[in-house]
């Protein structure tokens, strides 16, 4: 039997590579003679790099850029092939994200996302793609991606003619914006956001008041980044022409969403999809007779939007059975397996051995549901 394994990451536990070699050494154990396929995949979010530079043969380049308070961090971007070119793949939680600061120490009114402009800036000088893929997720930052533009060479000023300083705060002070110079730098290259969210800009499903508070954020914060994120958009529109405040996902990332679409003409899509176009993976679910899946947590979210739910609804359409093994579940999926590491060893394993609790569960999957898989539906 042919078995795809395609999990996402195990968040605080396992990537998403190493749930698969979990997955799959545990598979084997029970069916030594099946031929099984690891796909590692992400939706945008943390993950994404290692997971397109993984199943496109890509390299990995490091870069000495400034961490969400200006503090230097070592961060890694990726060159992979592309139709019209090389394609950069930039994940902005390497240089901008919240793992970056220990809790103490988050306050999205003061983080930036130059960090992330100064990677993307140190791919197309180096690597001139012909597109770059900017992963959006896991930020500190609530700067509407202001950062980011001024490390490309955008001019965002105050009512004194001055460059405004980093933070989400210091979007209420901008008065002009000028990306005359950030406009030749980008020229001629094709942007894509690539997030899992849909988060508008501003409102009671922003950027701030959804996200403000797992970022440090007080109460009075999330008020105050909310009106100085809607100002900057407004400023935006006035000086770039574009309006961002309710383009779908344009509050992912504490707004980078907004920025990269006014600066760079950046078109938004969805993480999985972007992942499961770039390996190919409604091609390998049709060669496929299982397809494994799973996550740290399967939850509501999951079904939407993410990579339980894009690997599932492609396994569907193929005909093909599924089964979804993760480590704790909060729903059911109708048609399919899940098998949960919590429910199946209790939460110590599950959290302090993870990698083998992962490998003995997907053996006593293979031992046990794929006959009954063989005839089951996927999920509807």
Excluded at 9 to 23: D, S
Excluded at 208 to 219: N, T
Aim: one cysteine or more; charged letters at 25%; glycine letters at 14%.
């Amino acid at each position: 039997m042919r078995v795809l394994v395609a999990p996402d990451k195990f968040r605080g536990t396992l990537t998403a590579a190493e749930a698969a070699e979990a997955i799959a050494q545990g598979w084997r154990r029970a069916r030594p003679d099946d031929e099984i396929e690891e796909v590692p995949m992400a939706d945008g979010g943390e993950g994404t790099l290692e997971a397109l530079v993984t199943a496109l043969g890509g390299e990995l380049r490091t870069v000495r850029v400034s961490g969400p308070l200006g503090d230097p961090v070592v961060a890694a971007y990726g060159v992979v092939p592309g139709p019209r070119g090389p394609v950069a793949v930039i994940e902005m939680a390497r240089a901008s994200g919240l793992a970056l600061l220990a809790p103490e120490r988050r306050d999205p009114t003061r983080t930036t996302t130059r960090g992330t402009g100064e990677l993307i800036r140190a791919a197309l000088e180096r690597d001139r793609p012909a597109e770059v893929l900017v992963c959006i997720g896991g930020s500190a930052t609530n700067d509407g991606g202001a950062g980011m533009a001024q490390a490309l060479g955008a001019r965002l000023l105050d009512a004194e003619g001055r460059e405004i300083g980093p933070g989400g705060a210091a979007l209420l002070r901008l008065a002009r914006v000028d990306a005359t110079e950030l406009g030749r730098l980008v020229r001629g290259v094709r942007f894509v956001a690539v997030t899992d969210v849909d988060n508008p800009l501003v409102g009671p499903s922003g950027a701030s008041a959804v996200y403000g508070p797992q970022k440090g954020a007080s109460p009075e914060d999330v008020v105050l980044l909310d009106r100085a994120l809607a100002h900057y958009a407004a400023v935006l529109h006035r000086d770039l022409g574009i309006d961002v405040r309710d383009v779908p996902g344009a509050g992912a990332a504490g707004g980078l969403g907004a920025g990269l679409v006014a600066f760079l003409g950046a078109h938004v899509r969805r993480g999985v999809e972007v992942v499961m176009e770039a390996v190919r993976l409604r091609e390998r679910i049709a060669a496929a007779d299982l397809v494994v899946t799973g996550e740290g947590s399967l939850d509501a979210q999951s079904l939407r939007g993410k990579v339980v739910a894009g690997v599932l609804g492609a396994a569907r359409e193929a005909g093909v059975p599924a089964l979804v093994l993760c480590g704790r579940a909060s729903v059911e999926v109708p048609g399919v397996r899940v098998a949960s590491l919590v429910a199946r060893f209790g939460e110590e394993r599950a959290m302090g051995d993870a990698w083998a609790a992962l490998a003995d569960l997907a053996a006593e999957a293979a031992a046990e549901v794929v006959a009954g898989l063989e005839t089951s539906p996927p999920a509807p």
